[in-house]
Each structure stands twice: as C-alpha cells, then as structure tokens.
C-alpha cells in the first residue's frame, strides 16, 4: 500500500546542534504537511510544501520537498530545548482522495 | 475561538463492551478524520469523512464505526473493544493542506 517512511526514528542532539529528519514517499504526493508533537500533547501543523523543489523556512527550520515530489526534509539550525518532540510529515497523495498518509515520526531529545 | 474537542480525555473499559469517542470542531470544516497512535506506528487513520451523511474506512478501520449527522462531529464507536485497541485516538478537522487536531483520548481496554 501507500507508505511514507521517516528516518530517523530518534535523534538526540546537544543545544546548539543541527538536526535533520527525512521522509520518503512509494509514490508521488500532491502535498506533503509537517506536524510537531510535543511529549504528552498532540500534532501541531508546521507547514505544507506543494510545488517540486519547494523551500520554505520558519527561523531555525527548514522545510524542503523534493523534484520528484517524493521525498522530504525538515532540517532545525541550532537546536533548542523547546525544540523537544516528535516530528511527523504525512503526505496526501496524488491518488486517494485527499487523506493524510504519516511518517512514523522522529523524536527529537535536546541536552542543554 | 474555533477549536476541537474531543471526550473523554480517558477512558477504561472491559473487553467486548462498546464504546463511543466524542469529537466537536467548531471550525465549520468539512474533512474529519479519526486517528490512533501506538507506538513505533505514528498515526494510523481509522476513518474520515468528507461531509454530512459521508464516511469512509482508513487504513486501520476494523472493530471501528463512525456517522456523521453533522457537520461539527464525528462520533467514533468500538462495536466490541479488544486488548488491540488500547491506544491514544485523535481526532482532527481540516482541508487537504492543513488538520487541527484534538487533545487526544486515551483509552485502556482491560
């Protein structure tokens, strides 16, 4: 079936490090929306990319969607302890009627 | 403001007793879907509807129903709750580009 697989599962980084989670797609998506999950809480939307080789940025984080509309990147510029959670992307794809198909998620844990 | 609520926030119930999830969105939206999260799965969709009268099975639809008889809620119920769907359920409202989601409810099936 449809898939969308994100790696890594976890990340643990030092404040002030760089973190970079990946999302691919078996098949093409017409959009694809990132989600941040606080400990305890529920999914948050960040973004929606929807154009091949989209860039977008919201200060430290970086949203990028590939050529082929298959594949994705969240990359965070020195990290932060509020930075702490798990991030999703889920993609709609092209055939399906719209509904969001999700990564498994990455779990960020910041060390101050 | 506009929000999504959803209840309880916990539950426990027994093996092979129906149960129903409570969703309400005041956003006016359209598209609703339910989800649940175990872990090592991400969000699973389990139903989602498009509008009034609308329902549609996600990918882990077994042992669950939903109706929707309007446009602000989407009751989701366990026909015969099983150990396997002890979980976390959220439900959320949305366009194609964009979901809100609830709180969450969690539920123990004992």
């Known amino acids: 079936g449809q898939q969308v697989m994100q790696i890594p599962q976890y990340q643990h980084v030092q404040e002030g490090e760089d973190f970079t989670t990946y999302c691919n797609s078996s098949t093409t998506l017409s959009n694809i929306q990132w989600y941040k999950q606080r400990p305890g809480g529920h999914p948050v939307f960040l973004i929606q990319l929807v154009k091949s080789g989209e860039v977008k940025k919201q200060k430290r984080l970086t949203f990028q969607f590939g050529e082929a509309k298959k594949n994705s990147s969240l990359h965070i510029t020195a990290t932060q302890t509020t930075d702490v959670g798990t991030y999703f992307c889920a993609g709609v794809m092209m055939v399906g009627g719209g509904k969001l198909i999700f990564g498994q998620g990455t779990e960020l844990s910041v060390k101050p | 403001d506009a929000e999504i609520t959803q209840s309880p926030r916990h539950k426990i119930t027994e093996t092979g007793r129906q149960v129903t999830l409570a969703c309400h969105q005041t956003w006016n939206h359209n598209n609703m879907f339910w989800y649940r999260q175990d872990l090592g799965h991400g969000l699973r969709l389990i139903h989602y509807?498009?509008?009034?009268?609308?329902?549609n099975k996600g990918e882990v639809s077994d042992g669950y129903s939903v109706s929707r008889s309007n446009t602000e809620d989407l009751p989701l119920t366990l026909e015969s709750a099983a150990s396997s769907q002890t979980s976390v359920y959220f439900c959320?409202?949305?366009?194609?580009?964009?979901?809100?989601f609830g709180p969450g409810t969690r539920l123990t099936v004992t």
């Open positions: 509807s498009y509008g009034v009268h609308d329902t």
């Open positions: 959320a409202s949305g366009t194609t580009y964009e979901q809100y």
